[in-house]
């Protein structure tokens, strides 16, 4: 099972921008498909991004398309995400995700307020 | 990005059995494999179900899933405390070209 810690989440105001981290470790981390998924204060998940296992195909949400970056790094064993042209309604936590949603981190929360 | 759609409640007694459906189309649960996750607030979401059918290691026997046609569900006998939680069902969509979710069921053990 692979183990995952998300970094990079805190405060910034609109049109600003974040870079998220997320570190795996444990077996499968380079075969793996790895995405983002977000959660709204109080809602439900909302999936962001998914890059495939080396990093040749990458995948948005429309809401996200054109804003956001997903990349990764397997010597690392690290999955980013490069958030930018922030609005409030990416207020959210942020979890990395590994496979078909098996393992989950525990979030980074990201604020984007004036 | 079209979501799945689930009920966004269920309750049953102690003991009983739950059942949920989770409703998309041919895009998404008619032809994609579905995965269920469950969430207890202020935790991460576990996998419970993938691929319609399978169940992860680890995750009781009393979770089960099934699909057919454009509708998947979640079945949890023998209902525990611990099985309150809120619960999503996912999807790849092809026409999206992106993983589709349920708004969620909230499971309330009576």
């Known amino acids: 099972e692979v183990h995952l810690v998300e970094s990079g989440g805190g405060l910034v105001q609109p049109g600003g921008s974040l870079r998220l981290s997320c570190v795996g470790s444990?077996?499968?981390?380079?075969?793996?498909?790895m995405h983002w998924v977000r959660q709204g204060p109080g809602k439900g998940l909302v999936w962001v991004s998914g890059?495939?296992?080396?990093?040749?195909?990458?995948y948005y949400a429309d809401s996200v398309k054109g804003r956001f970056t997903i990349s990764r790094d397997n010597a690392k064993n690290t999955v980013y995400v490069q958030m930018n042209s922030l609005r409030a309604e990416d207020t959210s936590v942020y979890y990395c995700?590994?496979?078909?949603?098996?393992?989950w981190g525990q979030g980074t929360p990201v604020a984007v307020s004036a | 990005q079209a979501g799945l759609t689930q009920p966004p409640s269920v309750s049953n007694d102690l003991g009983e059995t739950a059942t949920f459906t989770c409703t998309g189309d041919r895009n998404n649960v008619g032809s994609q494999g579905v995965a269920w996750l469950q969430q207890h607030q202020g935790h991460p979401p576990k996998l419970v179900s993938y691929?319609?059918?399978n169940r992860p290691s680890g995750i009781s026997e009393r979770f089960s899933a099934s699909r057919s046609g454009n509708t998947a569900s979640l079945t949890i006998t023998g209902l525990q405390s611990e099985d309150e939680a809120d619960y999503f069902c996912s999807a790849w969509d092809n026409s999206l070209a992106g993983w589709v979710f349920g708004g969620g069921t909230k499971v309330t053990v009576l």
């Open positions: 691929r319609n059918t």
């Open positions: 995700v590994n496979g078909e949603f098996d393992s």
């Open positions: 444990g077996v499968g981390f380079s075969g793996d498909w």
């Open positions: 890059i495939n296992p080396d990093g040749s195909g990458t």
